[in-house]
C-alpha cells in the first residue's frame, strides 16, 4: 500500500511541476478588443512552484485598440499553494491601469477576482504594463501588453 501511496506522489509531483515550469508557466490571453468596453476572465494559478521575480506568470494580450478607449476586464489568480495566500498589495506599472480586488486571504484552491481599468487616453504605439501582485509567499507578475492606435 505504502509502494501505490509513493508512487501516486511521485507521479502527482512530476506532473505539477511540469505544468509549471518556465516555458509553460507562461499562459497568454488574447483578448478581441470591442469599441466599448471589454470584459474578459483569465486563471492564472499560484502554487510554490510558480515563479516568482520579474518573470510573469502570464500574459494578457489585447491586441489593437483605440487611443482614448477605456477597457475593463477581470482576472481570476487560483491558490494552489498548501496555505492561504495574502495579498498585501497590487501594483501597476502605468498610472493609466488601476486593480480592484476583495483583500480577506484566497484559501487554499480558491480563486479571487481582479478588476483592472485601463485608460488608453494620451498614449499612443505599443504598451506593455506590468501587473504586480505583492503576496506573502513572494510577488507575481501578469504582463499587459496592447497596442494604441491613434
Do not use: H, W
Amino acid at each position: 500500500m505504502k509502494k501505490i501511496v509513493v508512487i501516486f506522489a511521485f507521479f502527482a509531483l512530476v506532473g505539477c511541476g511540469s505544468l509549471f515550469s518556465k516555458k509553460s508557466s507562461e499562459a497568454v490571453a488574447k483578448i478581441e478588443t470591442k469599441s466599448d468596453s471589454v470584459k474578459v476572465q483569465n486563471l492564472f494559478v499560484i502554487d510554490e512552484l510558480t515563479s516568482t521575480g520579474n518573470e510573469p506568470i502570464g500574459t494578457l494580450d489585447f491586441g489593437k485598440i483605440n487611443s482614448g478607449e477605456q477597457i475593463e476586464f477581470y482576472f481570476n489568480v487560483k491558490n494552489s499553494c498548501k496555505f492561504p495566500m495574502v495579498i498585501l498589495n497590487v501594483t501597476a506599472t502605468c498610472g493609466c491601469t488601476s486593480v480592484e480586488y476583495d483583500k480577506p486571504p484566497i484559501m487554499i484552491g480558491s480563486t479571487r477576482k481582479f478588476k483592472v481599468n485601463y485608460d488608453s487616453k494620451g498614449k499612443s504605439g505599443k504598451q506593455l504594463v506590468m501587473i504586480k501582485l505583492v503576496t506573502d509567499n513572494g510577488d507575481y507578475n501578469i504582463r499587459m501588453i496592447l497596442f494604441v492606435s491613434e
